[in-house]
Structure formats: structure tokens, C-alpha cells
């Protein structure tokens, strides 16, 4: 037997409705006191806190108003010291005794640097001096004495190093490169 499109939509129905039935009556009946869920003892509420203290502290930090101490809050460490400004102050004596001698002049050499080299492979490194006043060249090495009071220190690429033996004060003289002459126009 076929059974058309309507039949078989009302069994559907007639199963649904059936089952909603039994559904209803296994479940929805009431729930009898002393069976399943009971209360026992006193209510007692929970222990909730105070929100208004808390409301009241968020409203008066939201009104606070930012005032800069000078300090940037970006940057970690301690905020720089201002140094004061200090005028100098005139000593309220002057001392009328003996004065210490003023200190001596740098060491000078009146010499012009003016090339190196190295004249047996591998040996001692030697400068190229030439007198300040004359045409006379002087070629000395690593620890020489130059006009009897100079000692050489150090022979560098661009720079000698020398030292006053009278004074103990060091100097340096810098590779002076030749002047090349300018073309006659």
C-alpha cells in the first residue's frame, strides 16, 4: 500500500504528540516535599563586600588631575640633579707670601717630522727630521736624544713621541706632509 504525502505527516504528528504525552507525565509531575531537593538548616547569606567604598574611591581617583614633578615617567632611574649655579666667591685674604713658580712650558721640539722608514728589513723604525731654521736632516730612532735634553719615544704612522729630559714633560709632533709647489699658470 502507498501512502500519500498527507498519511504519512500525520503519523509523524501522532508519534510527536505521543511522545510529548509521556514526556509530560514522567517529568512534569510535581515534586513532593521530602523527596529529591531540600533545604536544610537557616539561610544565610552570602559574605558580599561593600561596593560603595570602592566606588567611592574610583570616582575621586577618575577627578585626580596629573601635575608633573619634572621627572620623565618613561625613562627608568633616578631623576638628574640640578648642580646649583655657585658664583665664585673672592677669597677674603690674599696670601703675601711666596708664590710656587709657574708651571714650565710644554715640550717642544723645533724640528719638523717629516717621513720614516726602516732602513734593514725588519729593523728599528727611524723618523726624518728636518731643522726648523736650516736645510740639515736628522734621522734617529727609538729612545735617541735630539739636541741633548730630547729622548724619543715613539715612532708612530703619523705622530713622533718625544720627551724633555730636563723637565719630564712629553710632547708630540705630528707627520707634516711636503708642500707640493703650485704650478706656474
Do not use: C
Not at 625613562?75 to 673672592?90: H, L, R, S, T
Not at 732602513?119 to 740639515?136: C, I, M, T
Not at 720627551?163 to 706632509?177: A, H, M, R, V
Amino acid at each position: 500500500m502507498a501512502q500519500t504525502r498527507q498519511q504519512k505527516e500525520l503519523l509523524v504528528l501522532v508519534a510527536l504528540v505521543l511522545i510529548a504525552v509521556v514526556t509530560w507525565f514522567y517529568f512534569g509531575r510535581e515534586i513532593k516535599p521530602g523527596s529529591g531537593l531540600t533545604a536544610t538548616g537557616q539561610y544565610t547569606p552570602i559574605n558580599a563586600q561593600d561596593y560603595v567604598v570602592i566606588l567611592n574611591g574610583l570616582e575621586k581617583a577618575q577627578k585626580t588631575e596629573y601635575k608633573s614633578t619634572g621627572r620623565n615617567i618613561f625613562v627608568i632611574g633616578p631623576m638628574p640633579v640640578e648642580q646649583a649655579k655657585v658664583a665664585p666667591v673672592a677669597p677674603p685674604f690674599r696670601n703675601l707670601g711666596p708664590q710656587p713658580p709657574p708651571p714650565p712650558p710644554p715640550a717642544t721640539l723645533p724640528m719638523s717630522f717629516f717621513g720614516y722608514g726602516m732602513l734593514p728589513a725588519n729593523g728599528p723604525r727611524q723618523a726624518f727630521l728636518k731643522d726648523e731654521g736650516g736645510d740639515d736632516v736628522h734621522i734617529v730612532s727609538e729612545g735617541d736624544l735630539i739636541l741633548n735634553h730630547i729622548r724619543i719615544l715613539h715612532i708612530g704612522n703619523e705622530r713622533l713621541d718625544f720627551e724633555d729630559i730636563n723637565t719630564g714633560q712629553k710632547g708630540s709632533k705630528n707627520l707634516e706632509l711636503p708642500s707640493t709647489p703650485t704650478p706656474a699658470s
